[in-house]
């Protein structure tokens, strides 16, 4: 049982008006956190859910809308945690992709897609350590960061290119960040298979959703379908004092999807 392992924390959650961030904020809210920042970049409803979810939860919310790409706007977001005086847990969860069909097609993804891939996947994340990093210095114990990256940028699957060289970035942005920003703050990763979001939902009608559910389901190790909560857990572990010796480290919680499918005599 983790308990109130957040008691009296500060937490910011960037991308959490819906799926893995929302279910990161709540989790940090069920578990004593005292403040929740609550990031978004257009989804003003359903970010406004999520905070009374965690209002629900016992913690105080506070919505900031901002584009992670912006560096004034991280600086903006970072802001929003000033005045509780530190910041113990940054979760660098706002993403976005473009996706293409066929990773072969090399003009499936225009060079300014691919820019934007990165501004918000990648440089996002740097910007919201460095608006942040006071305040997780201030923190009474090492703060933590977790990225969001995805077993994509591992393995040089997923939804395009871009998408996979901009996860990959960000698991070596881990590492090196790790290292630079120790012992103040410890910096992690995971790296989640697929999700049951909303993200695949914006390019798929819910009978091909339901098809890739039951595409992935067949196809891990584990034979499930990740929802948010299921990722949620692992990340919010890897900013908690049990995870007080971990740093620099990359989660895979793919329900086995790297592992590939098992030797035939196994099916
Ligand atoms: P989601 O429900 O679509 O959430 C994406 C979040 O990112 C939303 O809150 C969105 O805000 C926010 N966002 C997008 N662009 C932003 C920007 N420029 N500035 C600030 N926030 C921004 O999808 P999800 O599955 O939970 O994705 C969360 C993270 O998990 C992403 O980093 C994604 O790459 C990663 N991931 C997802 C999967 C999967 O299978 N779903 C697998 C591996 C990794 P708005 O709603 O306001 O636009």
């Known amino acids: 049982m983790s308990g109130k392992d957040f008691e009296g924390a500060v937490v910011i959650v960037t991308g959490a008006s819906t799926g893995l961030g929302r279910a990161i904020a709540v989790e940090t809210a069920s578990r004593g956190a005292r403040a929740v920042v609550v990031n978004y970049a257009s989804s003003a409803a359903e970010a406004e859910t999520t905070a009374e979810q965690v209002r629900a939860q016992g913690a105080e919310a506070i919505l900031c809308q901002a584009d992670v790409a912006d560096d004034a706007a991280c600086r903006r977001i970072a802001e929003a945690a000033a005045p509780f005086g530190r910041v113990d847990a940054l979760f660098n969860n706002a993403g976005i992709t473009k996706f293409a ?100 939902g914006r390019n798929m009608d819910e009978a091909g959703l339901e098809r890739l559910r039951q595409g992935v389901a067949a196809s891990v190790p584990l034979q499930v379908v990740s929802q948010a ?17 971990i740093t620099g480290e990359t989660l895979l919680i793919d329900a086995g999807s790297h592992l590939g499918r098992a030797p035939l005599g196994m099916r």
Request: with cysteine.
């Open 101 to 200: 069909q066929n990773h072969g097609d090399l003009d499936a993804v225009s060079a300014e897609d691919f820019q934007r891939l990165y501004a918000v996947n990648v440089v996002g994340a740097y910007q919201m350590i460095r608006a942040a990093r006071p305040l997780m210095d201030a923190a009474p114990r090492p703060a933590a960061v977790v990225n969001t990256a995805s077993v994509a940028g591992v393995m040089g699957i997923g939804s395009s290119v871009p998408y996979a060289a901009s996860k990959g970035a960000l698991v070596t942005m881990t590492l090196s960040l790790a290292r630079a920003l120790a012992p103040k703050i410890r910096v992690n990763a995971v790296c989640p298979g697929y999700i049951d979001t909303p993200w695949f």
């Open 229 to 245: 909560e299921d990722i949620a857990g692992p990340a919010v572990f890897l900013a908690s004092p049990a995870a007080a010796h």
